[in-house]
């Protein structure tokens, strides 16, 4: 039992370690060298956990993706209403990028993992997924009009949240995501919202952002 | 002159040789022993014109950004309405993100710069730049309202392309990056085009999309 706990806590261990090496140099200029370095751990430990580098980025993009599709689930549980949870969880998204490392590191290794030997397009599925159930909550709602093309709208989410992240990455590591969000929300939101509701809706995402802020501010 | 020929020739055999590599093999995972094979040069070669794998980089994303910003200059001096010029960049983008492997290239390395020791920010910025201009033109046009915060469209348009030809190249090596653009234009038009211009401007990405697939099958 002390063994397994104590194996639990290498494998938790390496892919922190991971996370750091990766982020500090991408994945392609890090060794395994670099990572058992960081993490601490002996190479031999290293490879009793994971057989090769590879190996070791899909564990963090596991990693990474449990821990951001549980929020998405959360708000899916707490039944927020469609269009709020939609918006909310990219602010979410946005908060772990910024605050943890795995998140980040594995956010990064999705992106580069285009020349993996097996493309990583699970996470990108699974949040077009999620989008499309917020969005047909919206349309129950009556916030949304029936006619929206749900899965393009989902996928579509999925991209530009994507889009947004990285170019505030580059641009200002991410300082600044949070009101780029907003803008796309502004920007978003007239093509989504049906007429009768655009009133009460149009300051959803600056209404969220600001909630947010106020609640983290309490913490 | 021979001899200055030769080399420009040199040079540029071995950006599309390097571009072949990368794109094969991811650039981390790229060796400069495989640029010098694929380019058909000597190593001697390959140093006498870049000092590193980075400056080879730095020398595709160039080209690249060179190439696509082009295709934004020539609908700027041909006067083409702003929303349409803005329109129809994204898809000449997307054709040359099919056919151009230096631009294939070029954009992917773009993303994954994050680690070198310079960011590569230059690219995200001229694009803003150019957006802006297309935007400002559709506002003196009449068809889109003065009121849009025009820095914060063009940041936008920026990265949700950045996000849509990415998620696009993960799930299916950009086969349906036409389509997905259209969809994204359709959910972004009701937030930009005034309501007078409505009826006349809300099919302005599937003509543009229409026309530009016939004037390709007369070429």
Same mark, same amino acid.
């Given at each position: ?12 261990? *390496?892919?922190?370690? !991971? ?10 200029? &890090? ?29 963090? *993009? ?13 708000? #899916? ?25 795995? +998140? ?13 030997? &097996? ?7 699974? =949040?077009?997924?999620?989008? @499309? @159930? ?9 916030? +949304? ?6 899965? !393009? ?27 780029? #969000? &907003? @803008?796309? =929300?502004?920007?978003? #939101? ?15 995402? !600056? ?9 983290? !501010?309490?913490?």
């Amino acid at each position: 039992m002390q063994q397994q706990a104590r194996a639990i806590e290498t494998r938790a261990a *390496i892919i922190r370690g !991971a996370a750091a090496a990766f982020e500090q140099r991408g994945y392609g200029s &890090t060794s395994l060298a670099q990572v058992s370095a960081a993490a601490g751990v002996t190479k031999g430990a290293l490879y009793f956990h994971f057989d090769s580098k590879e190996a070791l980025a899909v564990a963090i *993009i596991d990693a990474q993706h449990e821990q951001s599709a549980g929020a998405g689930q959360l708000l #899916l549980e707490k039944d927020v209403p469609g269009l709020r949870a939609l918006i909310s969880m990219s602010y979410e998204l946005a908060r772990q990028l910024r605050d943890d490392l795995i +998140v980040s590191a594995g956010v990064r290794l999705t992106i580069e993992a285009a020349n993996f030997s &097996t493309p990583v397009s699970a996470p990108y599925l699974d =949040w077009m997924v999620t989008c @499309e @159930e917020f969005l047909r909550r919206a349309i129950t709602a009556g916030d +949304v009009a029936p006619t929206l093309d749900v899965p !393009a709208a989902a996928a579509f989410f999925t991209a530009a949240f994507t889009g947004v992240q990285l170019v505030s990455d580059v641009l200002n590591g991410r300082s600044d995501i949070d009101q780029r #969000l &907003t @803008e796309m =929300w502004a920007l978003l #939101l007239p093509g989504l919202v049906v007429s009768e509701r655009w009133d009460e809706l149009k300051n959803l995402a !600056a209404d969220v952002q600001r909630e947010r802020a106020a609640a983290a !501010a309490l913490d």
